[in-house]
Nanobody, 116 residues
Framework: QVQLVESGGGLVQAGGSLKLSCRGS????????VGWYRQAPGKQRELVAS????????EYGASVNGRFAISKDNAKNMVFLQMNNLKPEDTAVYYC?????????WGQGTQVTVYS
């Protein structure tokens, strides 16, 4: 099974950009559907972006569509989330997710804080 570790979170001013990284270990992410989720205080965890294996179909949450982009580097076994034009409402803990054979795997999360 795969282990996931996120990095790249931090404090950024509204309108700025951040790039989150997720490193997989223990298994290749090539066959996994991968994604990013986020959870703000007092709110449910929500989908930010996902990317299927093989067909590489991308899906985005409505609030980030057009601003965020998910990508995967199979050679490095990593998943990325490029976040542009960040808004204060993007403040949350961001989690990397991988799914295979109906099993979900999660990272520990990385905090993103956007101030106006």
């Amino acid at each position: 099974q795969v282990q996931l570790v996120e990095s790249g979170g931090g404090l950024v001013q509204a309108g700025g950009s951040l790039k989150l990284s997720c490193r997989g270990s223990g298994a290749s992410l090539t066959i996994y559907k991968v994604g990013w989720y986020r959870q703000a205080p007092g709110k449910q965890r929500e989908l930010v972006a996902s990317l299927t294996s093989g067909t590489r179909i991308e899906e985005y949450g409505a609030s980030v569509n057009g601003r965020f982009a998910i990508s995967k580097d199979n050679a490095k076994n990593m998943v990325f989330l490029q976040m542009n034009n960040l808004k204060p409402e993007d403040t949350a803990v961001y989690y990397c997710n991988a799914v295979w054979n109906r099993r979900d795997f999660w990272g520990q999360g990385t905090q993103v804080t956007v101030y106006s």
